[in-house]
C-alpha cells in the first residue's frame, strides 16, 4: 500500500514561504486547531513565545489530493543547488508554441509573487521545454 508523504522545506521565513507556494500550488494556509480562532491563539494558548510564532507554518490542498507541505525555520540559508525540487505542472497536454505560452504566462505570474526566473529551456526531440525558476529564498523548481 502506498504512503501517505509531505514535503518539507528548511526555510528563514516560513509564513512567507508558504503564502508563496499557497499561491503557485492552489493549496491554502493549513487552518488552525479545531477550538482556536488563528494560529496565534493556538500558539498562544501552548505557551510558545510570540518570537517563535513564525517557526514553521504549512500548507494542504484544499480538495486532500496532494501532499502537505511544511516549512520550518532554521538558522542558516541556502549554499547550494536543491538535491530535491518541484515540477510544477502548469501546462500538462500541452506542447509546441502552446505550452510555452502557458508556462510564460505563469512564470510571468509567479515573478508578481517573489519567484525569479532562472532560465527557459526549449522543447526539442527529447523534451518538451520547461522554465526553471526560484521561490523567494532560491529554491529551485520547474514550470513543466
Same mark, same amino acid.
Given at each position: @500500500? ?13 509564513? !512567507? ?6 499561491? /503557485?500550488?492552489?493549496?491554502?494556509? !493549513? ?25 514553521? #507554518? ?29 515540477? /510544477? ?5 500541452? #506542447?509546441?508554441?502552446?505550452? @510555452? ?24 526531440? @527529447? ?5 526553471? @525558476? ?11
Amino acid at each position: @500500500m502506498a504512503k501517505e508523504f509531505q514535503v518539507t522545506y528548511d526555510c528563514a521565513d516560513p509564513g !512567507a514561504q508558504a503564502a508563496f507556494w499557497a499561491q /503557485v500550488l492552489g493549496y491554502r494556509i !493549513a487552518p488552525p486547531p479545531e477550538g482556536f480562532a488563528d494560529w496565534t491563539a493556538a500558539l498562544t494558548a501552548w505557551g510558545v513565545p510570540p518570537e517563535h510564532h513564525n517557526d514553521r #507554518s504549512a500548507i494542504t490542498d484544499p480538495e486532500g489530493n496532494g501532499p502537505r507541505v511544511f516549512f520550518q525555520k532554521v538558522p542558516e540559508g541556502k549554499t547550494v543547488k536543491n538535491r530535491l525540487h518541484l515540477d /510544477v505542472r502548469a501546462a500538462p497536454g500541452q #506542447s509546441g508554441e502552446e505550452r @510555452m505560452a502557458t508556462l510564460e504566462e505563469e512564470a510571468t505570474r509567479l515573478e508578481q509573487l517573489g519567484a525569479k526566473r532562472l532560465y527557459r529551456l526549449e522543447p526539442n526531440d @527529447m523534451d518538451e521545454g520547461i522554465i526553471v @525558476m526560484a521561490d523567494p529564498e532560491g529554491n529551485e523548481f520547474c514550470l513543466d
